[in-house]
């Protein structure tokens, strides 16, 4: 049984069901075709049978002529009435005795006497069958080779009558023929065998279709594969045969080219972002020095050196521009490094209230400035969430900022959203700002990716780093010019 569950074995069980059903069908019908032969010659020999029958009865009758004993019941059946197109009596001259045939029959005078026909004049009799059995007799028929003047496919049969006084007569009896069924018989086996073949091709084709069809399948699959695309798959419908194994082994071997890739990316990046980190790490220290000799010497120039004239507030603006710069830089090498360092998070249970609280405080001034109203709306039963609260609190301080700056000076609107989200904790900033371009939404969290001319593009690329330690989830929604939705969803404790 094992044989028969593999794709040799299926197709080599098919094709002998096949063959047997070919072979079977064309007995069937050979047999058939020869059992209406038989039967259309035996239905031929009785018509002839009865037809000679008949004209013996008329040649032994003096009185009685065929069209008189033709239509006496119980002499011929309707098939052989409808067979038989004429019965012929020929005399030992050579005349037309008796016929069906009004134009041959004798022509009876008033005084009683016959004029005959010679069988000579008759014009239109069919070929006559086996003529060589008459004898020297033969040449006496007209249609002893090829009908005359006919163009039917009728046949003439002849047998004599010996007599001891009369010599010897014959009857000729005519049978009709139909040529179209002539044809379709002959043409029949032809047909049936044409048939089952064109039925054998067709399934043929079918099941060379089928069982060819994976092997199709896979040519463009391993196609797409040299192409690049690890992602493509080969249905296999759940066949156990030598085709569905190798189809689930390509699939498999697929799958795992794909993980093999996307491991070989993160090792890259993992690389990447270890040397970045490294040189970072490296240039953060040997920057960050001077950075702080410089804000410690403004604080100084600041204390010391303050003129007590008119340009003491353009003084203590242009120390404050510089320190302000200084903090900027000195923030954006935080943010360098934060996002090229490995982070270790420290996850404990915590309120997600506190941690929207505690970034809150860092933008309500600002947010107050800019005429910027702030909502904070908290569903009930909201679970603590597994978290570090320094880490959190980097990713809605970038989140609230970006809302504020996308709302601008104008005024706006900025609501947080708390609620329980099957087993996490799902937060919604929503903003009224000017939104982010469709083209740019696939781009918010890569790293160094920014519309603002002061901005590293490190921020959204932090926030999902730590979101991605915590095993959260982040995503964005914006429409350009009516606002933006941040969703963050974080593992409940």
């Known amino acids: 049984m094992e044989f028969f569950n593999t794709f040799r074995g299926r197709l080599s069980l098919i094709l002998a069901l096949l063959l047997i059903a070919t072979l079977a069908l064309q007995f069937y019908l050979n047999l058939k075709t020869q059992n209406e032969n038989e039967e259309r010659h035996q239905v031929e020999r009785q018509t002839l049978s009865d037809a000679f029958a008949l004209g013996f009865s008329a040649f032994s009758s003096k009185e009685q002529y065929l069209s008189d004993l033709i239509s006496q019941p119980g002499r011929l059946d309707d098939e052989a009435r409808a067979r038989i197109r004429d019965i012929i009596i020929i005399d030992d001259e050579w005349q037309i005795a008796d016929s069906l045939n009004p134009d041959l029959a004798p022509t009876i005078h008033e005084d009683g006497t016959a004029s005959y026909k010679k069988l000579s004049d008759a014009t239109d009799l069919p070929p006559l069958m086996e003529a060589s059995r008459l004898g020297p007799d033969v040449e006496k028929f007209p249609n002893r080779r090829t009908a005359v003047n006919d163009n039917s496919d009728d046949e003439a049969h002849a047998i004599p009558i010996d007599t001891t006084s009369n010599g010897r007569w014959y009857v000729m009896v005519l049978l009709k023929n139909d040529r179209k069924e002539a044809a379709w018989r002959a043409a029949q086996p032809l047909v049936y065998t044409l048939g089952i073949v064109l039925?054998?091709?067709?399934?043929?084709?079918?099941?060379?279709?089928?069982?060819?069809?994976?092997?199709?399948?896979?040519?463009?699959?391993?196609?797409?594969?040299?192409?690049?695309?690890?992602?493509?798959?080969?249905?296999?419908?759940?066949?156990?045969?030598?085709?569905?194994?190798?189809?689930?082994?390509?699939?498999?071997?697929?799958?795992?080219?794909?993980?093999?890739?996307?491991?070989?990316?993160?090792?890259?990046?993992?690389?990447?972002?270890?040397?970045?980190?490294?040189?970072?790490?490296?240039?953060?220290?040997?920057?960050?020095?001077?950075?702080?000799?410089?804000?410690?010497?403004?604080?100084?120039?600041?204390?010391?050196?303050?003129?007590?004239?008119?340009?003491?507030?353009?003084?203590?603006?242009?120390?404050?521009?510089?320190?302000?710069?200084?903090a900027r830089i000195?923030?954006?090498?935080?943010?360098?490094?934060?996002?090229?360092?490995?982070?270790?998070?420290?996850?404990?249970?915590?309120?997600?209230?506190?941690?929207?609280?505690?970034?809150?405080?860092l933008v309500e001034a600002q947010a107050a400035e800019s005429n910027i109203k702030i909502g904070v709306v908290e569903r009930e039963d909201v679970p603590k969430i597994m978290g570090d609260s320094d880490f959190l609190r980097s990713v809605f301080n970038n989140l609230f900022i970006n809302a504020l700056q996308a709302i601008g000076s104008e005024g706006g609107k900025m609501n947080v959203k708390i609620s329980p989200d099957n087993g996490f904790v799902r937060f919604d900033v929503t903003d009224t700002g000017m939104g982010i371009p469709q083209e740019n939404l696939p781009k918010v969290f890569e790293p160094y990716f920014s519309t603002k001319e002061t901005g590293t593009g490190l921020g959204l690329a932090i926030v999902q780093k730590i979101v991605d330690i915590h095993h959260g989830s982040i995503d964005v929604e914006s429409i350009e010019g009516e606002g933006t939705k941040f969703t963050v969803r974080l593992p409940r404790a």
Not at 252 to 264: F, G, N, P, S
Not at 291 to 320: A, M, Q
Not at 331 to 344: E, T
């Open 199 to 326: 039925v054998s091709t067709l399934i043929t084709l079918l099941f060379a279709w089928r069982f060819t069809r994976p092997i199709a399948n896979l040519s463009n699959a391993a196609r797409s594969v040299a192409m690049g695309d690890l992602s493509i798959r080969v249905p296999y419908s759940g066949r156990t045969d030598e085709m569905g194994q190798l189809a689930q082994n390509f699939n498999e071997m697929t799958a795992e080219l794909e993980k093999t890739r996307l491991l070989e990316e993160k090792l890259r990046e993992a690389e990447k972002s270890a040397v970045v980190g490294r040189l970072g790490s490296a240039i953060a220290h040997e920057i960050r020095n001077p950075l702080n000799y410089i804000n410690l010497t403004l604080d100084h120039l600041n204390t010391k050196f303050d003129p007590d004239d008119e340009r003491s507030p353009e003084y203590h603006k242009l120390i404050g521009q510089i320190k302000t710069e200084v």
């Open 330 to 361: 000195n923030q954006q090498i935080s943010d360098f490094l934060n996002y090229s360092r490995p982070a270790k998070a420290n996850l404990q249970p915590v309120e997600a209230r506190e941690v929207i609280e505690d970034s809150l405080r």
